[in-house]
């Protein structure tokens, strides 16, 4: 089974309410929030009060995508506002085992995320205790990017991984998916597949439903 998830990165803040809603009465199952600190990545984008205006109106499944450094600061709080996943990436603080074991104390699905200059050897003494596997397709922190052909390999390098040993475990991609290379990414193994500017920049509707009608 594939997932759509949008992510709101791209959407338009003056019309937030409305392109959700656009997006979930389309058909979409999950919806992406890009949380950025400055730090981690160099931009910032929003958080906590953007996650709670949406878990009150929507009933998206919410991924948080935790582009900032030391994100165990913020794990109890995300969760208490309504978070249904949260992937935090391998290169943003060194307890990841623990903050990882606490996001899934607390009843909300884990993601461990890699760059694209990050080896996939990164995440496998994180397997058993993550629900999804995020390969970035493009370097974090902007949307809009051209997606990073390489990264392909690492997709397929995941995918054999998850399906010899961790059959449960999602395989998401982010960052410069479109319906031009939708069908190598499916191909590749990736199963959640996140994207903002493909859905969120002309016929939002449309362009859920042919995402999906390819998925
Ligand atoms: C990039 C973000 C992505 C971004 C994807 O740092 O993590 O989720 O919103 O946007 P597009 O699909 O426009 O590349
Ligand atoms: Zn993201």
């Not at 709670?52 to 165990?72: C, I, N």
């Amino acid at each position: 089974m594939n997932y759509l998830c949008p992510s709101i990165l791209a959407a338009d803040f003056w019309e937030l309410g409305e392109q959700v809603a656009r997006v979930e009465k389309a058909g979409a199952p999950y919806l992406h929030i890009d949380v950025m600190d400055g730090m981690f990545v160099p931009s910032i984008s929003f958080g906590m009060p953007i996650l709670a205006s949406v878990r009150r109106r929507s009933g998206l499944f919410l991924d948080v995508h935790m582009m900032v450094s030391k994100p165990e600061r913020y794990i109890a709080e995300l969760i208490r506002l309504g978070a249904d996943g949260i992937t935090i990436h391998v290169e943003a603080c060194d307890c990841i085992s623990s903050t990882l074991d606490q996001i899934r104390a607390l009843g909300v699905k884990t993601g461990i995320a890699i760059n694209p200059e990050t080896p996939v050897s990164a995440v496998l003494p994180y397997m058993e205790k993550v629900d999804m596997v995020l390969v970035m397709t493009v370097r974090p922190g902007f949307g809009g990017q051209e997606y990073i052909i390489d990264c392909i390999d690492k997709i397929k390098e995941v995918r054999r991984i998850i399906n010899q040993n961790y059959p449960g475990v999602k395989l998401e991609i982010d960052g410069g998916v479109t319906l031009g290379n939708l069908e190598m990414n499916l191909a590749a193994g990736a199963d959640v597949i996140v994207t903002g500017s493909a859905i969120f920049k002309g016929d939002i509707e449309a362009n859920v439903r042919e995402f999906l009608k390819r998925m």
